[in-house]
């Protein structure tokens, strides 16, 4: 059974900083490409970054490139999302994602990520 959990949302101010945390467990984490999403109210749920299973490649959103980025650590089986200069747009859950097949490239879209997390709330005010 593989679970994620992520951890480190909460309420900052614009401009502030947060890093997310998504801890990995039941799987063989260092195979996984990751990746990080967010569904804000009343919108779809949208990719914010991705990073391969070798941590060599990694791809954002144009609306955070240059202000967030994605590593990971395989020896913590975590993966983080380390978020700069927020935006009260940037406010909305954020969900970590993992594939089971080892991809080389960035996956960028939903439907190939196998397991979820249940997300964490990042609340950005003006």
């Known amino acids: 059974q593989v679970q994620l959990v992520e951890s480190g949302g909460g309420l900052v101010q614009a401009g502030g900083s947060l890093r997310l945390s998504c801890a990995a467990s039941?799987?063989?984490?260092?195979?996984?490409?990751m990746g990080w999403f967010r569904q804000a109210p009343g919108k779809a749920r949208e990719f914010v970054a991705g990073i391969n299973w070798s941590g060599g490649s990694t791809t954002y959103a144009d609306s955070v490139k240059g202000r967030f980025t994605i590593s990971r650590d395989n020896a913590k089986n975590t993966v983080y999302l380390k978020m700069n200069s927020l935006k009260p747009e940037d406010t909305a859950v954020y969900y970590c994602?993992?594939?089971?097949?080892?991809?080389?490239?960035?996956?960028?879209?939903?439907?190939?990520?196998?397991?979820w997390g249940q997300g964490t709330q990042v609340t950005v005010s003006s």
């Open positions: 994602a993992a594939t089971r097949a080892p991809y080389s490239i960035v996956i960028h879209v939903a439907t190939p990520y196998d397991y």
């Open positions: 039941g799987c063989s984490f260092s195979n996984a490409a």
